[in-house]
């Protein structure tokens, strides 16, 4: 049975540039995934991946996770780091939906 959960919380964008993610980025999320623009998401080690979260009624899936500095927050996968500078940091509803 699925549980779901509704919370107001930062919302970021990251890209898979080092930037971003760190000297040791490889471009593959924690779920061993490559990320897509539109699904994945990033997410606290206390969501499971595979997870379903809604934003702005669109859904993405837990596929990747933040450094534990940033659990309180939820972070976009974008294409480039232009679009995920453009998205910044918002404070939205957030629908989690876990197994």
């Known amino acids: ?3 779901t959960n509704i919370i107001t919380a930062t919302v970021t964008a990251y890209c898979s540039c080092r930037v971003c993610c760190g000297p040791n980025a490889h471009g593959i999320t924690a779920s061993g ?3 897509v623009q539109g699904r994945t998401i990033a997410a606290s ?4 991946l595979g997870s379903k979260v809604i934003i702005a009624e669109k859904t993405y899936v837990v596929e ?3 450094a534990k500095r940033f659990d309180n927050r939820f972070d976009l996968f974008f294409r480039s780091h232009q679009e995920a500078k453009r998205f910044g940091k ?3 509803k957030v629908m989690i939906i876990t197994k």
């Open 1 to 3: 049975m699925p549980v």
């Open 33 to 35: 995934t490559p990320p």
């Open 45 to 48: 080690r206390s969501i499971p």
């Open 64 to 66: 990747d996770r933040l």
């Open 90 to 92: 918002r404070t939205l």
